[in-house]
């Protein structure tokens, strides 16, 4: 019995102006509910706020409802990997907090996370969000510098292997994907190295590039609502997103309003404009 590869989706130029259109909403949804993630609020505040946005710009969530989640946004605290349910949950000064969301502009979709510390940052939680997010970019650039898509996992995980100190996991059972006229599509974007090449970077690609990493084990278990994503030894995790296209000229990171330059030109990588 054979089976063959899911069919990856390659968009058109306008098509992926679609995406970048639903990502500068996302990043702007994004920023909303970054800035409310602060001392004595609940998560479900985070929503609300994220949501507003939304509503406010004429898009829709591709969150809110995907397989009967409840929410506009993943929040997910401390030792929460990812599809934490916002709630009646109070942030706390030193809390580590990932806020995932998404977006859907004429029925393309774009899909972003950032993590953020309420308050105080202990030094450890900080250097784990600031590997997951160098992490990210990492990847990305290998998206422009690569040929396969399993370039994208090794460059993350050589990165984060490389970074002096504790020594950080990635997480194995979570992973990015494709996306496009869906918000979760073909191909999966793997977060380390492995002997799989991927399929090969063609013009038309778009990836979401998700990294997660955590402070202990990379053993997961999922509770009782069946959505919120724990580790299983209690250490804390982070998570950093963005979508982001490849076209003819280059590549278009599609939930930053730049493009991605301001962390893509450090790494000799110049973000180009969907033509």
């Not at 599509?185 to 970077?201: C, E, F, Q, W």
């Not at 999922?222 to 000229?249: F, M, N």
């Amino acid at each position: 019995m054979a089976f063959g590869q899911p069919r990856i989706e390659y968009k058109t130029n306008a098509q992926m102006r679609t995406m970048h259109e639903a990502g500068l909403v996302l990043s702007r949804a994004l920023d909303a509910a970054v800035a409310a993630a602060v001392p004595g609020v609940t998560t479900k505040h985070l929503d609300d706020v994220f949501a507003a946005v939304l509503n406010e710009a004429g898009a829709k969530s591709n969150f809110l409802g995907y397989h009967g989640f409840p929410a506009t946004i993943c929040t997910s605290v401390n030792e929460e990997v990812v599809h934490g349910i916002p709630g009646s949950r109070v942030l706390k000064d030193g809390d580590i907090i990932s806020i995932d969301g998404g977006a859907i502009v004429n029925g393309w979709h774009s899909d972003s996370a950032r993590t953020v510390i309420v308050g105080t940052a202990d030094p450890e939680d900080q250097r784990l969000s600031d590997v997951t997010n160098a992490a990210m970019w990492r990847g990305i650039a290998a998206l422009a510098t690569g040929k396969h898509v399993g370039d994208i996992g090794a460059a993350i995980d050589d990165y984060v292997s490389s970074v002096p100190g504790k020594p950080l996991g990635i997480l194995e059972d979570y992973v990015g994907h494709g996306i496009g006229s869906e918000m979760h599509m073909a191909p999966d974007v793997l977060n380390y190295r492995t002997s799989h090449r991927g399929p090969k970077i063609r013009p038309g690609l778009c990836l979401a590039i998700e990294p997660m990493l955590v402070r202990g084990g990379i053993d997961t278990a999922v509770l009782e609502d069946d959505w919120t994503v724990v580790t299983t030894d209690g250490k804390r995790s982070c998570q950093w997103e963005h979508s982001v296209a490849v076209h003819e000229k280059g590549i278009w990171v599609l939930s930053a309003p730049d493009g991605g330059a301001e962390h893509l030109v450090p790494l000799g990588v110049t973000p180009v404009p969907i033509p």
